[in-house]
């Protein structure tokens, strides 16, 4: 079993930046990819950004490329995401998620509890 806590959510206005917290307690010297995932109100849970276990592989979703950046510390068990140039249209609940690869991430049955992200414009 691997515990996922989010943090570092909150309300700031359009241009502002925030850096989200995922850590990981349990069962967390398995080799896991991480990724983050976010649910407007009223649209289906997406993809934003994942990393390997080694942090040598990041994907990213189009409408994120080059504003968040994805990263891990391994020995903190915990991955961050640094959001920059945040835009009305990332305000989402924020959710963390752990996986043995990034291709079947969104089915893992490791998930946090989601931050909430609100971007004023």
């Known amino acids: 079993q691997v515990q996922l806590v989010e943090s570092g959510g909150g309300l700031v206005q359009a241009g502002d930046s925030l850096r989200l917290s995922c850590a990981a307690s349990?069962?967390?010297?398995?080799?896991?990819?991480m990724a983050w995932f976010r649910q407007a109100p009223g649209k289906e849970r997406e993809f934003v950004a994942g990393?390997?276990?080694?942090?040598?592989?990041?994907q990213y979703a189009d409408s994120v490329k080059g504003r968040f950046t994805l990263s891990r510390d391994n020995a903190k068990n915990t991955v961050y995401l640094q959001m920059n140039s945040l835009k009305p249209e990332d305000t989402a609940v924020y959710y963390c998620a752990a996986g043995p690869s990034l291709a079947t991430i969104f089915k893992s049955e490791y998930w946090g509890q989601g931050t909430q992200v609100t971007v004023s414009s």
């Open positions: 990393i390997t276990w080694s942090g040598q592989i990041t």
């Open positions: 349990g069962r967390t010297n398995s080799y896991y990819a």
